[in-house]
């Protein structure tokens, strides 16, 4: 068993822990033993922290999807015009894919995708980076919709590459 920590720390602890298995086997193939002997501690203890399992896949995607956002967003309000933000924004994304792998393959994960609960989560923060984004884009006579659909088309590709990117990384290692 791991030492006593601050709960806090131990949430923490908890939710990297957790990141790391249901990167590995997923959300249905992974149970809350798993998750408990993986961080050292007793099951009970990893109650104390998270309800249940869904509970717990759930604040993971949240923490990962503002994580990703506060990441655009700062990139994008740093840059001095409309081209370097969008370009500022995509380095952002790219960014936080390789620094993040697990963190992008539980949100973009097909199983993900497939649970409405979970897709309710990442369509929200994909919603608001499609909307930064969308904000950003300076064209003569474009509407909000416009512009909000443009940047929908701009995340859209920025996760198609970076799942490629992952996809080539895999094959290479």
Not at 13 to 38: C, K, P, W, Y
Not at 86 to 108: C, M, Q, S, Y
Not at 132 to 159: K, M, N, P, Q
Request: proline letters at 3%.
């Amino acid at each position: 068993m791991t030492p006593r920590l601050p709960a806090a720390q131990r949430r923490e602890q908890l939710i990297r822990v957790s990141l790391e298995v249901f990167a590995r086997q997923g959300f249905h193939q992974t149970s809350m033993n798993d998750i408990a002997e993986a961080a050292g501690v007793t099951k009970p203890v990893l109650y104390q922290h998270f309800g249940s399992k869904r509970e717990l896949y759930l604040e993971l995607l949240n923490e990962l999807g503002e994580e990703l956002r506060e990441m655009v967003g700062k990139a994008t309000s740093e840059a001095e015009g409309p081209h370097q933000q969008v370009e500022h924004g995509f380095k952002a994304f790219f960014r936080w894919v390789v620094a993040n792998e697990h963190g992008f393959d539980l949100i973009f994960s097909g199983e993900t995708r497939r649970d409405p609960e979970f897709v309710a989560v990442t369509e929200r923060f994909e919603r608001e980076i499609a909307d930064t984004v969308g904000a950003l884009i300076d064209i003569e006579g474009l509407s909000h919709e416009g512009r909000r659909l443009l940047g929908f088309g701009i995340v859209g590709l920025a996760e198609t590459t970076c799942r490629h990117f992952m996809e080539d990384a895999q094959g290479r290692a």
